[in-house]
């Protein structure tokens, strides 16, 4: 599921973004979600892809799903949250002295210049639900912070509407790039770019 996400959004995701395939995040521990986009106006996006059949769900709260086998696992909105705290932090770490990245004096000293937000691409196999009912049986608030596979070709108009806490600054191509080596440290080990992306497939940026 997760190569066929990386193509479709290859092809719907215009030239003002960058996206990483299974990037590692955090400080205290390696975490790994699926992709991290970096949108030039809308700031980086940790996503990850989840598939749940929902006959299968016996119950949903913000924190956790049990499964009907008995199995509980971490409501998938606060798995991807957990991705971006530890995002949040390890840039504001690693570039802590980059004026492109941080904010080195005033009341947002030692915060990051733009947002990072979080979401969720979710494959629903079963026919006849509609999104507010998924939303329900997973316990999956607001709305707008999940998509569906279905609905992908949209992606970058889901991107552009996930609720953000302020208006970040523009991050430009070389700040990108400099986000990228941290996140994904292979890129830097190689000087064809295009060799790269062919041979790993796992950034692309569309410019």
Same mark, same amino acid.
């Given at each position: 599921?997760?190569?066929?996400?990386?193509?479709?959004?290859?092809?719907?995701?215009?030239?003002?973004?960058?996206?990483?395939?299974?990037?590692?995040?955090? +400080?205290?521990?390696?975490?790994?979600?699926?992709?991290?986009?970096?949108?030039?106006?809308?700031? +980086?996006?940790?996503?990850?892809?989840?598939?749940?059949?929902?006959?299968?769900?016996?119950?949903?709260?913000?924190?956790?799903?049990?499964?009907?086998?008995?199995?509980?696992?971490?409501?998938?909105?606060?798995? $991807?949250?957990?991705?971006?705290?530890?995002?949040?932090?390890?840039?504001?770490?690693?570039?802590?002295?980059?004026?492109?990245?941080?904010?080195?004096?005033?009341?947002?000293?030692?915060?990051?210049?733009?947002? $990072?937000?979080?979401?969720?691409?979710?494959?629903?196999?079963?026919?006849?639900?509609?999104?507010?009912?998924?939303?329900?049986?997973?316990?999956?608030?607001?709305?707008?912070?999940?998509?569906?596979?279905?609905?992908?070709?949209? +992606?970058?108009?889901?991107?552009?509407?996930?609720?953000?806490?302020?208006?970040?600054?523009?991050?430009?191509?070389?700040?990108?790039?400099?986000?990228?080596?941290?996140?994904?440290?292979?890129?830097?080990?190689?000087?064809?770019?295009?060799?790269?992306?062919?041979?790993?497939?796992?950034?692309?940026?569309?410019?």
């Amino acid at each position: 599921m997760k190569e066929k996400v990386f193509y479709k959004l290859k092809e719907n995701l215009s030239n003002d973004y960058t996206v990483i395939y299974e990037p590692s995040v955090g +400080i205290d521990r390696e975490r790994k979600p699926d992709f991290i986009i970096i949108s030039r106006y809308d700031g +980086i996006l940790v996503l990850d892809v989840k598939s749940q059949d929902l006959e299968k769900i016996k119950s949903a709260n913000p924190h956790q799903i049990e499964l009907e086998n008995g199995e509980v696992i971490k409501n998938f909105l606060k798995t $991807v949250d957990d991705y971006q705290y530890a995002l949040i932090n390890q840039l504001k770490r690693d570039f802590k002295h980059n004026p492109h990245i941080v904010h080195q004096e005033g009341n947002h000293k030692g915060k990051l210049k733009f947002p $990072v937000l979080s979401g969720i691409i979710l494959d629903v196999p079963n026919k006849g639900y509609t999104k507010e009912e998924i939303a329900q049986r997973l316990a999956l608030s607001p709305l707008n912070r999940f998509i569906l596979f279905s609905e992908i070709d949209t +992606i970058e108009s889901f991107l552009k509407n996930i609720p953000k806490p302020f208006l970040g600054e523009e991050i430009m191509q070389d700040t990108a790039k400099e986000i990228v080596t941290v996140l994904f440290p292979m890129y830097s080990k190689t000087t064809n770019y295009q060799e790269k992306i062919r041979k790993y497939r796992k950034i692309f940026e569309k410019n």
